[in-house]
């Protein structure tokens, strides 16, 4: 399979994926969203097969997980080498060199010029929940602060900080106390009502947290941290106004506070910078990291300030995180970014972005394009000048895209995400907004 671009041969779902889908229905949890019938069997690069010979030119990226493409050829050598040599050991009771290795990378790649450690887990909520208790068993506080519309993970404690969508939350508390939310600055739309239409960063927002929540529920000598998304991935692909991060550093500074950055979907490289809070020039005393670090494999890595991680043998572990496939995989992926991926994030993504700042103009349905390097959100609003949300037209382009061979999810209330491999092109860039422009016609129509 080496296409560039789709590829569609059949009714979508073909026959063989009608079959998939039955037995999907049968046995598998109702509580997955799919918003098209995708049966994918193989992948390559930026394209996907599905199992009636069906292909797909990926804009979704397993939810931003593959950042080096389907199946590249140097991870899936490096997966295939360690495969061979020792696939699991345990790195919570016995050491091995890929483990370590990685330790050093990610101490020396991420944000901060200070010492760091590490410890691993499996997915992103995993790095949340490790970053949520060093920062508790550092301060020896209760009380977290996190923002409406972020999405921290489906674990209880990751849970307790997601304010994303209701269905993520409903029938599962109580859950962890002394959680406390605040507005997260929209420059599309402000939260606090405060400015016409959006945040600038000098409308209630800013001053939220020590003006309201330090004033009536969250004591700043009682919170252990304060915890953010760069960017916020699944409330819908927005980009804070310039100064929200050094914000959140000087509040965290003031009052003993550790700052945790979740870098789980905006980081490695999808911003065209490693870490989205690399344009800012703003460093956490934590990052959580997971997605696109191992192109696939399932890795969650939380990085703290080395004072911070004081805590003494079995305070933390996991089984699996840290395992040596994944490592190997992780070491590798950062190598393909650091060479030539995160460059060419940056140039398609201001390739994509400078294309579609006419959409505005040339469509009603859009209200707003957003975003930095291959991290763009695309939002729909049933109309320009009220800026009311439209999911229904939102859900009708990804369908439609679906069965034009176009891969896209969603975000936010209305918000069409693009979030393609690193290693996307400017034709197949093209051949995405192309396509999803007459989605969006027909939409209109």
């Not at 560039?4 to 009714?11: D, G, S, V, W, Y």
């Not at 499996?122 to 996190?146: F, W």
Request: aromatic share 8%; with cysteine; proline share 7%.
């Amino acid at each position: 399979m080496n296409e560039r671009l789709p590829r569609i041969k059949t009714a979508l779902p073909g026959p063989e994926a009608q079959k998939v889908l039955a037995l999907d229905r049968q046995y598998v949890s109702p509580s997955y969203t799919r918003d098209y019938p995708l049966v994918a069997e193989r992948g390559r690069g930026m394209i996907v097969e599905d199992v009636d010979g069906n292909t797909f030119l990926d804009f979704a990226a397993g939810i931003a997980v593959v950042s080096t493409g389907h199946c590249h050829p140097d991870v899936s050598r490096a997966i295939q080498q360690q495969a061979e040599t020792l696939i699991h050991m345990s790195g919570t009771d016995f050491y091995y060199p890929l483990l370590a290795r990685l330790a050093e990378k990610m101490a020396q790649i991420t944000p901060g010029a200070f010492p760091k450690k590490v410890v691993f887990g499996n997915s992103g909520t995993e790095a949340i929940e490790a970053a949520v208790k060093i920062a508790r068993y550092y301060t020896r506080r209760q009380r977290l602060i996190a923002f409406f519309n972020s999405f921290h993970g489906r674990t209880c404690g990751s849970l307790s900080l997601t304010a994303s969508k209701a269905a993520q939350r409903r029938g599962f508390g109580p859950l962890l106390a002394g959680v406390h939310h605040a507005p997260y600055p929209n420059p599309y739309r402000c939260p606090m009502g405060d400015a016409p239409g959006g945040c600038d960063g000098a409308c209630g927002c800013r001053d939220y947290i020590e003006q309201r929540l330090f004033r009536t529920v969250a004591p700043p000598e009682e919170v252990a941290a304060i915890i953010v998304e760069p960017i916020q991935g699944e409330g819908g692909y927005v980009v804070p106004p310039p100064g929200f991060l050094a914000r959140l550093r000087e509040i965290a500074d003031r009052y003993g506070i550790v700052l945790i950055f979740d870098e789980v979907q905006c980081g490695m490289g999808r911003t065209g910078k490693m870490w989205a809070s690399d344009h800012w020039g703003v460093a956490p005393d934590i990052v959580c990291v997971a997605k696109g670090i191992a192109s696939g494999l399932p890795l969650g890595v939380t990085v703290a300030r080395a004072d911070l991680m004081n805590w003494g043998p079995g305070a933390h572990a996991s089984t699996f995180g840290g395992n040596p496939v994944c490592c190997a995989a992780a070491l590798e992926t950062i190598r393909l970014l650091e060479e030539k991926y995160i460059a060419n994030a940056a140039r398609v993504g201001e390739y994509l972005l400078a294309r579609l700042a006419e959409w505005p103009a040339r469509h009603r349905l859009v209200g707003d394009v957003r975003g930095k390097g291959l991290m763009i959100g695309i939002e729909l609003v049933r109309s320009q000048r009220t800026r009311e949300p439209n999911p229904e037209a939102r859900q009708r382009v990804i369908e439609r895209a679906f069965h034009q061979g176009l891969l896209v999810l969603g975000c936010g209330d209305s918000t069409i995400r693009l979030m393609p491999p690193l290693i996307v092109e400017p034709d197949q860039a093209d051949f995405a907004l192309e396509v999803l422009e007459r989605c969006v016609s027909e939409a209109e129509n």
